[in-house]
């Protein structure tokens, strides 16, 4: 498995490699996508647009920002959209407001962040609902997999 190597250590038996870039280290991932509960993560800001573009949410009336502008005080998204990749950017925006640079995080911040927002969701039943509510923690894996990157520390 490229960038990963078998160990048998408790974090599911894989070992991130890490390469060291110019404004953080970032973990080299392999296709597979392994989400580990002791890893940190942050959202992958130099493939963003396109990602959001291959789920169709990057547009200017969901999800928008300028080219190279994707800090998290200069993306604009429609939060009443009701999708959870957007959901859960939005939240993640909110929380990366002041320093206006993405956070760090690892699955149970975000499924913890997702947790205590819930309630908003099952409380505007005309745009979100119980039934978009409840599925939240099943989309985190999916998000951090295709919107996130490995942070090594």
């Known amino acids: 498995m490229p960038g990963r190597r078998q160990t048998g250590v408790a974090s599911g038996g894989w070992e991130s490699e890490c390469s060291k870039d110019i404004s953080q280290k970032i973990c080299e991932t392999s296709g597979k996508h392994l989400i580990d509960s002791e890893l940190r993560y942050k959202i992958d800001e130099a493939n963003l647009e396109k990602k959001l573009r291959d789920y169709n949410l990057f547009d200017s009336k969901i999800i928008h920002f300028e080219v190279g502008e994707s800090n998290p005080k200069n993306i604009i998204i429609w939060e009443q959209t009701p999708n959870h990749v957007v959901q859960i950017l939005f939240m993640l925006k909110e929380e ?23 309630w908003i969701y099952k409380e505007n039943n005309d745009l979100f609902g119980d039934e978009f509510a409840e599925l939240f923690t099943q989309e985190i894996d999916l998000f951090i997999a295709k919107f996130c990157v490995e942070v090594c520390d």
Do not use: H, R
């Open 96 to 118: 990366s407001w002041t320093d206006d640079e993405w956070v760090t995080f690892d699955k149970q911040f975000l499924t913890d962040l997702v947790n205590s927002q819930k």
